[in-house]
């Protein structure tokens, strides 16, 4: 099992972030040189993680303005690990399984879900990775049906998949620079997509869930609650809808759980980064996926 870390951003969303755990606020009314300040601030840190580790913190955010309940809860989850994700290797739709650690991952996030709130349906990309997560998922929550679409996969990275990351610019460098390019238009040579592309497939699948599994206005009926499983790259681009002047949402974990709620062509998110359920067993502390690398 690899060691673990959890990095936590603070996006710029128009809603305002509030976190679950509380935190420890040290008021110091008497002046210090420097160099003491240093040190309290220091023990205070320290003080305040020691009680509130990082990976207890769950970022949530307000709810939807559809007040009804009208909106449908989507609880976007990314895939478990596997070993391309741990040995820093670019996958994007080259089918990779899960290894062992993935799998246990899996287990881990359908418990938690089984005991939240009911689940009417479960989505996946039709990568194995995210569709074996998406049955283990499905499978506890009453034994559903998972129901596949490719739009749910992680972004085409041409001829970047199947090497190292790190040696990606050597062995690749036309295709490695075109990933690092900010444009949105920007294809990678062979056959890879552009991040307009995958905005555009990517958040249209999500919008058509929405509108699947909304409610009727005026009480006449509640949106329901759904769980899609899906990629670092694909979940990097919806956060982007929902939170278009937003800073980045950070490194998407391996089966982190990220709540949206999409009321019509509203998107709001409720929750982000939450991988509470993984305290007890960890998650891959380095390598390629989830950040702006995708994967």
């Known amino acids: 099992m690899s060691a673990v870390r959890t990095q936590w951003a603070s996006p710029g969303c128009l809603h305002s972030p509030r976190f679950s755990t509380r935190s420890v606020k040290i008021a110091v009314c008497v002046k210090f040189p420097a160099t003491i300040k240093t040190l309290l601030l220091k023990q205070s840190f320290a003080l305040t993680r020691l009680l509130n580790p990082p ?17 449908a809860e989507i609880v976007v989850v990314r895939h478990g690990e596997t070993e391309w994700n741990a040995d820093g290797r670019i996958q994007g739709h080259l089918d990779v399984e899960l290894n ?52 749910l ?27 690092l390019s900010h444009r949105t238009d920007q294809d990678i040579p062979g056959g890879g997509e552009s991040l307009g592309h995958l905005f555009q497939r990517c958040t249209s699948s999500l919008q058509r869930i929405g509108n699947k599994h909304k409610g009727m206005p005026d009480h006449l009926s509640k949106g329901e609650r759904v769980v899609v499983v899906s990629h670092g790259g694909v979940i990097r681009s919806l956060y982007k809808r929902a939170c278009p002047n937003g800073k980045s949402g950070g490194k998407v974990l391996n089966t982190s759980v990220n709540i949206f709620h999409l009321c019509d062509e ?18 891959l502390e380095s390598g390629f996926g989830g950040d702006k690398t995708s994967g």
């Open 266 to 283: 509203e998107w709001t998110i409720k929750s982000w980064g939450d991988v509470s359920h993984l305290q007890q067993t960890g998650y």
């Open 55 to 71: 990976h207890s913190l769950s970022m949530s955010f307000s709810s939807s303005s559809c007040m009804d309940g009208s909106y």
């Open 153 to 179: 996969r992680e972004r085409n990275l041409g001829e970047l998949q199947g090497l190292v990351f790190r040696e990606a610019a050597k062995f690749s460098p036309k295709a490695h620079k075109a990933f």
């Open 100 to 151: 062992e650690a993935g799998k246990q991952q899996a287990a881990l996030v359908a418990d938690r879900l089984s005991k939240e709130p009911k689940i009417s349906a479960v989505y996946s990309s039709d990568l194995k990775r995210a569709l074996v997560t998406a049955e283990t998922i499905a499978a506890k929550c009453g034994g559903l049906e998972v129901i596949t679409d490719p739009d």
